[in-house]
């Protein structure tokens, strides 16, 4: 059984419809274009903002429910989203073939992170980025969202050592306030990435 399916099941947004608040500041900072996935990417609101903003968008989850969400979320704000059922563990990355991916709240057991985030590097193409928030090892004592599980946060040295070669045009690991939905409420801890793939 899948616990995202039925979390997206219901009529209302989990999470909101609304951006996250750090992607919104990175797309008006570095003005992305051109074709972007967005991987565990739940009912849509981050890839319905990016569609927006004239990128091309593919949202790959493993909850149909989900994917049906952004769809109809898409058509209320006149875009279109490309949804695909993916799940991670399986995904086919292929090299150099996305110009933005994004990753906000994706978390997953420590080897299919490590996994997926080998599968992000050799995705982006060269001058592309990689844009990511996430809950970090200190987040469960906030309780302002994100998994009760140790195993599923990330811990700074996953991005700093994953994507050591590629320029870090932004880091950060520490409180941010959070306001998306029902599910993501109040000061949390954080880390935000944002990497630029070298180009050879």
Not at 18 to 26: I, Q, S, T
Not at 42 to 57: C, I, K, S, Y
Not at 88 to 101: F, G, K, R, V
Not at 122 to 139: N, R
Request: hydrophobic content about 40%; proline content about 4%; glycine content about 8%.
């Amino acid at each position: 059984m899948n616990p995202w399916n039925t979390r997206f099941e219901n009529e209302n947004y989990v999470y909101g419809t609304e951006p996250n608040a750090f992607l919104a500041d990175m797309q008006l900072k570095l003005n992305l274009s051109g074709n972007a996935l967005a991987i565990a990417e739940g009912e849509g609101r981050n890839a319905v903002f990016l569609a927006e903003q004239g990128l091309n968008v593919t949202t790959w989850d493993y909850a149909q429910s989900g994917l049906l969400k952004t769809a109809k979320l898409a058509t209320s704000r006149g875009v279109v989203v490309e949804t695909e059922l993916v799940d991670l563990q399986t995904a086919q990355w292929i090299d150099n073939h996305w110009d933005e991916l994004v990753c906000i709240f994706g978390h997953f057991p420590k080897e299919l992170r490590q996994k997926t985030l080998q599968g992000v590097k050799a995705a982006v193409k060269p001058g592309g980025y990689f844009i990511t928030e996430v809950y970090s090892i200190h987040q469960i004592p906030y309780k302002s969202g994100g998994p009760r599980e140790q195993e599923l946060l990330y811990a700074p040295e996953e991005f700093l050592e994953t994507f050591a070669d590629w320029r870090i045009v932004h880091f950060f690991m520490g409180e941010v306030v959070r306001h998306e939905g029902e599910l993501h409420n109040g000061l949390s801890h954080v880390i935000q990435f944002v990497g630029q793939k070298p180009i050879k």
